[in-house]
């Protein structure tokens, strides 16, 4: 079974850090671009970052550029997200997905995992 | 990156067609074909419901169709019935520097 799996969340407190990880199984990780996207309570989906298949382009959006980093370990079929200097407003959920052709599609998606900034 | 403009809410009658659409700009939806849309139930994780443009993946129901006019791409659903309700999305790539933008939801009731 194709199947994302996303671990990792929690509480912490505003300027901590977090690392988020995704596990992938029932397809070659190595093959495809791979992303993260967040929710946040009761709001619309935000794209985060993504990350080619060999980790050769890798991008992310201005609200989180500078504090996130997005790595990934083809030998382990895992995507990671590490989260710095976290704000209240990086609430959310945190969904990774896969792009199913390099063209911004996602067409698997974890459960996803809730990052909670607060004091 | 401003998101894209979707309509707060649409609703229909089951069987009716109903239509979402999704305004960007020509530096994303207007510039490439690479718009996709979503459905999501509440407290699931999305699915790919149509990519580039109009291209449905398989296993998704051919009552789901995708169009592009303009700077405006839009998502029709023929036929509705009860479990299309749900909250739908856009999201197409950008040349900005946020290369994907999602646009804000658009909450379909089924009446």
Redesign the interface.
């Known amino acids: 079974e194709v199947q994302l799996v996303e671990s990792g969340g929690g509480l912490v407190k505003p300027g901590g850090s977090l690392r988020l990880s995704c596990a992938a199984s029932g397809f070659t990780f190595s093959s495809y671009s791979m ?1 993260w ?1 967040r929710q946040a309570p009761g709001k ?4 985060v970052s ?1 990350i080619s298949s060999s980790s050769s382009y890798i ?4 609200s989180v550029k500078g504090r996130f980093t997005i790595s990934r370990d083809n030998a382990k079929n895992s995507l990671y997200l590490q989260m710095n200097s976290l704000r209240a407003e990086d609430t959310a959920v945190y ?1 990774c ?1 896969r792009d ?1 052709s390099s ?5 698997i ?4 995992t809730m990052v909670t900034v607060s004091s | ?1 401003s ?1 894209l403009t979707q309509p707060a809410s649409v609703s229909g009658s089951p069987g009716q067609s109903i239509t979402i659409s999704c305004t960007g700009t020509s530096s994303d939806v207007g510039g490439y074909n ?1 718009v ?1 849309w ?1 459905q ?1 139930h509440p407290g699931k ?4 419901m149509i ?2 443009v109009s291209n449905r ?1 398989s296993g998704v129901s051919n009552r789901f169709s995708g169009s592009k006019s303009g700077n405006t791409a839009s998502l029709t659903i023929s036929g509705l019935q009860a479990e299309d309700e749900a909250d739908y ?1 856009c ?3 950008t040349s900005s ?9 658009t909450k379909l009731t089924v009446l």
């Not at chain 1, 619309?44 to 794209?47: N, T």
């Not at chain 1, 063209?103 to 067409?107: G, I, T, Y």
């Not at chain 1, 998606?109 to 996803?112: F, L, N, S, V």
């Not at chain 2, 994780?45 to 790919?48: D, Y």
Request: glycine share 12%.
């Open positions: 992303n996207v619309g989906l935000e794209w993504s991008y992310y959006a201005d969904y997905a199913r063209s911004d599609a996602f067409d998606w974890g459960q996803g | 990156q998101a690479y996709s979503y999501q994780a999305p699915k790919l990519y580039e993946p999305y999201s197409s790539y520097s946020t290369p994907l933008v999602f646009g804000g939801g």
